[in-house]
């Protein structure tokens, strides 16, 4: 468990990425990083990559297909009525309503995945959150140990930070 | 953000700073004027009125509307169809665009996606309208009862109550996802209550780098998601016509001609709303004339479409050779309801190829008079088939002449302002363009900057 955390914030984006070839080169593998847009290029340089949301996706689609198919068959079976001339096994129009499930299971639990990996439900935002990080501002926030934290607020600044702030980690 | 950028260059490459783009399309996100109140005021007693008739109907019985054998299916249904289809062309802008990586549908995107959600809400009232009893609407549900009952999943109408649930929840899911940034960026600016409502719908977002990859890749699967479920969901709705054996309804046809008609619909009603709207909620630096146009080009694809399936209509239907289907088609285009047909090829399938000529795309007048003759005339459309065709049947002795009674047009009409309505009070409560994707990715930005 981290001591302190030190975030800075940057008004511009050219020394935001050099904060974070730094980081880098410096061996900082842990750190959390704040943008009003999306940084697809640079993914790379960021920590944790990857999403198993398309995974959860999948599965809940195929959850949803075969139980599609399933509501389908035990409808047909508690009201056995023949309409239409259609069989009670009709697999052919049966596999509009599994369609449909699929897509509606799989979009159900794809939205409760991601509130899931991302923290999304109302909560106090942390103390490295800046207001600016929503509007025009890049901000990096490291978790520090004892004297790692001077280390890390010097390589901040030396990149080019506007502020520099310690909170509790 | 400046005037129009260069033609060719991307939208998103504008060297337009952050700060300008995201204060220029949260000051939609205020306390509307009291014209705009005013205007609330209005399409609230639409929906009063709508609802005082519908009391009505309720109490009296389903002869208050026009509604007589053979014609089950009147303007209720004619409705539904429409507002269904003004729901596609949302899905299409923010899903398959997004999957094209179209770069212009950022500034249309989040309006058309709102303009979605409502147009699906308010279909979806018709169908429990037009049931009459609408206390047992809950019998379509399958669930275990002391009457064995169970909903006929062979049935077309079954599968669109499947599909109509579907894609009103994934569209609400999707538009809802999309926002969650933005509801972040009003929360940092907001004060007091303001502040702890946002804080509330915003659900914690920061914008820190784990959110974002999330986020993307949820959005990428919605995207994926929703295409091929727009799609699915008119054809399943022309499947309420075309498997029945009914004159007029029963052909092959029916599934891509509902879903062209549904987008042409859907992408007339953005450029009907956004002309106007881009002025009421001051967004006419981030709406542009040039996105407007590109919406445009698409509704002149579709009018493509739209004019192959009502040459190919006729056409089937007389090389088909059945007698009964031929007589259908010459009353459709010479009885009662003809003044309605000829409306429609008019306004779907010749007007739009005026926005071939530049100077109509992009003269934002003529662009809102088609877009609004259009609806007209996919309103219509629906109309003719559903109507047209019930009334003459296999049966002369039994044919009649439809006409909606008051009750019926009241609620029709107290249905569109219900979605306006709705669409008007969230457009100020949330920002009507995506922030988060109209700021240009740094790389981008650097590279217009320089």
């Given at each position: 468990?981290?001591?302190?955390?030190?975030?800075?914030?940057?008004?511009?984006?050219?020394?935001?990425?050099?904060?974070?070839?730094?980081?880098?080169?410096?061996?900082?593998?842990?750190?959390?990083?704040?943008?009003?847009?999306?940084?697809?290029?640079?993914?790379?340089?960021?920590?944790?990559?990857?999403?198993?949301?398309?995974?959860?996706?999948?599965?809940?689609?195929?959850?949803?297909?075969?139980?599609?198919?399933?509501?389908?068959?035990?409808?047909?079976?508690?009201?056995?009525?023949?309409?239409?001339?259609?069989?009670?096994?009709?697999?052919?129009?049966?596999?509009?309503?599994?369609?449909?499930?699929?897509?509606?299971?799989?979009?159900?639990?794809?939205?409760?995945?991601?509130?899931?990996?991302?923290?999304?439900?109302?909560?106090?935002?942390?103390?490295?959150?800046?207001?600016?990080?929503?509007?025009?501002?890049?901000?990096?926030?490291?978790?520090?140990?004892?004297?790692?934290?001077?280390?890390?607020?010097?390589?901040?600044?030396?990149?080019?930070?506007?502020?520099?702030?310690?909170?509790?980690? | 953000?400046?005037?129009?950028?260069?033609?060719?260059?991307?939208f998103a490459m504008t060297a337009t700073p952050y700060r300008e783009v995201h204060e220029d399309i949260l000051q939609a996100v205020r306390f509307p004027s009291r014209r705009y109140l005013g205007l609330l005021a209005l399409l609230a007693?639409?929906?009063?009125?709508?609802?005082?008739?519908?009391?009505?109907?309720?109490?009296?019985?389903?002869?208050?509307?026009?509604?007589?054998?053979?014609?089950?299916?009147?303007?209720?249904?004619?409705?539904?169809?429409?507002?269904?289809?003004?729901?596609?062309?949302?899905?299409?802008?923010?899903?398959?665009?997004?999957?094209?990586?179209?770069?212009?549908?950022?500034?249309?995107?989040?309006?058309?996606?709102?303009?979605?959600?409502?147009?699906?809400?308010?279909?979806?009232?018709?169908?429990?309208?037009?049931?009459?009893?609408?206390?047992?609407?809950?019998?379509?549900?399958?669930?275990?009862?002391?009457?064995?009952?169970?909903?006929?999943?062979?049935?077309?109408?079954?599968?669109?109550?499947?599909?109509?649930?579907?894609?009103?929840?994934?569209?609400?899911?999707?538009w809802y996802l999309g926002l969650i940034p933005d509801l972040a960026a009003v929360r940092d600016r907001a004060t007091g209550r303001r502040r702890w409502i946002y804080g509330l719908l915003s659900v914690g977002w920061q914008g820190e780098?784990?959110?974002?990859?999330?986020?993307?890749?949820?959005?990428?699967?919605?995207?994926?998601?929703?295409?091929?479920?727009?799609?699915?969901?008119?054809?399943?709705?022309?499947?309420?016509?075309?498997?029945?054996?009914?004159?007029?309804?029963?052909?092959?046809?029916?599934?891509?001609?509902?879903?062209?008609?549904?987008?042409?619909?859907?992408?007339?009603?953005?450029?009907?709303?956004?002309?106007?709207?881009?002025?009421?909620?001051?967004?006419?630096?981030?709406?542009?004339?040039?996105?407007?146009?590109?919406?445009?080009?698409?509704?002149?694809?579709?009018?493509?479409?739209?004019?192959?399936?009502?040459?190919?209509?006729?056409?089937?239907?007389?090389?088909?050779?059945?007698?009964?289907?031929?007589?259908?088609?010459?009353?459709?285009?010479?009885?009662?309801?003809?003044?309605?047909?000829?409306?429609?090829?008019?306004?779907?399938?010749?007007?739009?190829?005026?926005?071939?000529?530049?100077?109509?795309?992009?003269?934002?007048?003529?662009?809102?008079?088609?877009?609004?003759?259009?609806?007209?005339?996919?309103?219509?459309?629906?109309?003719?088939?559903?109507?047209?065709?019930?009334?003459?049947?296999?049966?002369?002795?039994?044919?009649?002449?439809?006409?909606?009674?008051?009750?019926?047009?009241?609620?029709?009409?107290?249905?569109?302002?219900?979605?306006?309505?709705?669409?008007?009070?969230?457009?100020?409560?949330?920002?009507?363009?995506?922030?988060?994707?109209?700021?240009?990715?740094?790389?981008?930005?650097?590279?217009?900057?320089?």
């Amino acid at each position: 468990m981290s001591d302190v955390r030190v975030t800075a914030s940057f008004p511009a984006f050219e020394p935001f990425l050099a904060a974070l070839h730094s980081l880098r080169k410096a061996g900082v593998e842990r750190f959390a990083v704040y943008s009003p847009v999306p940084l697809h290029e640079y993914e790379d340089l960021l920590p944790r990559r990857g999403s198993p949301l398309r995974w959860y996706a999948l599965a809940a689609g195929v959850l949803g297909c075969v139980g599609g198919f399933a509501l389908c068959l035990i409808a047909s079976r508690f009201y056995g009525v023949v309409v239409g001339g259609k069989p009670l096994d009709s697999w052919i129009p049966y596999c509009v309503v599994a369609f449909e499930l699929t897509v509606l299971i799989a979009g159900v639990v794809t939205m409760a995945t991601v509130f899931l990996h991302s923290r999304l439900y109302p909560r106090p935002l942390s103390s490295a959150y800046d207001p600016g990080f929503s509007v025009d501002q890049f901000g990096i926030s490291v978790p520090c140990e004892g004297e790692q934290r001077q280390t890390v607020a010097g390589l901040l600044r030396e990149a080019g930070a506007e502020t520099v702030k310690e909170s509790a980690g | 953000m400046a005037a129009n950028p260069e033609p060719g260059t991307p939208f998103a490459m504008t060297a337009t700073p952050y700060r300008e783009v995201h204060e220029d399309i949260l000051q939609a996100v205020r306390f509307p004027s009291r014209r705009y109140l005013g205007l609330l005021a209005l399409l609230a007693g639409g929906m009063g009125w709508a609802a005082l008739c519908f009391g009505y109907q309720v109490m009296t019985g389903m002869g208050v509307t026009g509604l007589n054998l053979p014609v089950g299916w009147g303007t209720y249904i004619t409705s539904f169809v429409f507002w269904v289809g003004i729901g596609h062309a949302g899905t299409l802008i923010s899903a398959i665009l997004y999957l094209l990586r179209v770069e212009w549908r950022t500034a249309v995107a989040r309006a058309a996606e709102t303009m979605t959600v409502f147009a699906v809400m308010t279909a979806g009232m018709f169908p429990l309208i037009h049931l009459g009893r609408v206390w047992v609407m809950y019998f379509i549900m399958p669930y275990p009862n002391t009457a064995h009952l169970w909903p006929n999943f062979r049935s077309p109408l079954v599968f669109d109550v499947v599909a109509i649930t579907t894609y009103l929840t994934i569209s609400a899911l999707f538009w809802y996802l999309g926002l969650i940034p933005d509801l972040a960026a009003v929360r940092d600016r907001a004060t007091g209550r303001r502040r702890w409502i946002y804080g509330l719908l915003s659900v914690g977002w920061q914008g820190e780098n784990d959110q974002w990859r999330h986020y993307l890749r949820a959005y990428a699967c919605f995207a994926a998601l929703a295409t091929p479920l727009v799609i699915s969901v008119h054809s399943v709705v022309s499947w309420d016509f075309a498997v029945g054996i009914v004159p007029g309804w029963h052909e092959t046809l029916f599934p891509p001609y509902f879903v062209a008609g549904a987008i042409h619909s859907g992408l007339a009603m953005v450029l009907t709303l956004l002309i106007p709207l881009r002025g009421v909620l001051k967004l006419k630096r981030v709406i542009l004339p040039r996105h407007l146009e590109e919406v445009a080009k698409l509704i002149v694809l579709t009018g493509f479409i739209m004019l192959y399936a009502y040459v190919v209509e006729p056409f089937m239907v007389w090389y088909g050779g059945n007698e009964i289907e031929r007589q259908s088609m010459v009353l459709r285009a010479t009885g009662p309801y003809a003044p309605y047909y000829w409306v429609m090829v008019f306004c779907n399938a010749v007007l739009p190829f005026a926005l071939f000529w530049k100077q109509v795309r992009s003269n934002l007048t003529a662009l809102f008079a088609i877009g609004l003759l259009i609806n007209v005339g996919m309103w219509f459309e629906r109309y003719v088939i559903i109507v047209g065709s019930l009334s003459n049947d296999f049966m002369p002795s039994a044919w009649f002449t439809y006409a909606p009674s008051w009750v019926e047009l009241s609620i029709a009409i107290g249905a569109g302002c219900f979605f306006l309505f709705m669409l008007l009070v969230t457009l100020r409560v949330v920002p009507a363009v995506s922030v988060a994707e109209s700021k240009p990715e740094p790389h981008r930005a650097e590279e217009a900057a320089s």
